[in-house]
T-cell receptor, first 114, second 116 residues
Framework: GENVEQHPSTLSVQEGDSAVIKCTYS??????FPWYKQELGKRPQLIID?????GEKKDQRIAVTLNKTAKHFSLHITETQPEDSAVYFC?????????????FGTGTRLKVLA | KAGVTQTPRYLIKTRGQQVTLSCSPI?????VSWYQQTPGQGLQFLFE???????NKGNFPGRFSGRQFSNSRSEMNVSTLELGDSALYLC???????????????FGPGTRLLVL
């Protein structure tokens, strides 16, 4: 079936600590995995993505890892700052009707405590 | 390039009415997807349009419909509104050069619909 599981649903960390959010997908044909950050009252913004030809991608304090065999991918935020507080969504494409539609995880509310 | 735009940004309707929301994709993007976002259900896929054709549809009742114009702008319509339709409606556009390519989606700011 089409399903993306995301954990945890809420995460509180102290400023400067690391945060990890994990997602599991079901469609073995998926090969592109984006992460979005949504601040209160704003649109989801793409913060990092990864394609299945690599196992890890980094962009400053943010990294994403992918394990295609286990069908899971994770978002890692290091040296967290208060402005990292937001809801984070993972997504995975699911093949339907000859093309793809994106299934989103249920979101993780990250709170960075100063 | 200008980002994805949506109008109106806010709407208040009463039960039984209908509503039409509009989405203008990023210039050159031909795929537009619509999502319903609620606190309890997260981002739920409504449908996707490409070259004026609906290519994918989510599990929503027939009261939810959409269309896409030749300039890739898209509209979605909800008829016979129910209280449960109150939500943030987001559209997202992507380039989609070929159907087998899994492309990045860019979101608009959303239309917040309140049904009284």
């Amino acid at each position: 079936g089409e399903n993306v599981e995301q954990h945890p649903s809420t995460l509180s960390v102290q400023e400067g600590d690391s945060a990890v959010i994990k997602c599991t997908y079901s469609d073995s044909a998926s090969n592109y995995f984006p992460w979005y950050k949504q601040e209160l009252g704003k649109r989801p913004q793409l913060i990092i993505d990864i394609r299945s030809n690599v196992g890890e991608k980094k962009d400053q304090r943010i990294a994403v890892t992918l394990n295609k065999t286990a069908k899971h991918f994770s978002l890692h935020i290091t040296e967290t700052q208060p402005e990292d507080s937001a809801v984070y969504f993972c997504a995975a494409p699911h093949r339907a009707s000859g093309t793809y539609k994106y299934i989103f995880g249920t979101g993780t509310r990250l709170k960075v405590l100063a | 390039k200008a980002g994805v735009t949506q109008t109106p940004r806010y709407l208040i309707k009463t039960r039984g009415q209908q509503v039409t929301l509009s989405c203008s994709p990023i210039s050159g993007h031909r795929s537009v997807s619509w999502y319903q976002q609620t606190p309890g259900q997260g981002l739920q896929f409504l449908f996707e349009y490409f070259s004026e054709t609906q290519r994918n549809k989510g599990n929503f009742p027939g009261r939810f419909s959409g269309r896409q114009f030749s300039n890739s702008r898209s509209e979605m319509n909800v008829s016979t509104l129910e209280l449960g339709d109150s939500a943030l409606y987001l559209c997202a556009s992507s380039l989609v050069s070929r159907s087998e390519i899994q492309e990045t989606q860019y979101f608009g700011p959303g239309t917040r619909l309140l049904v009284l």
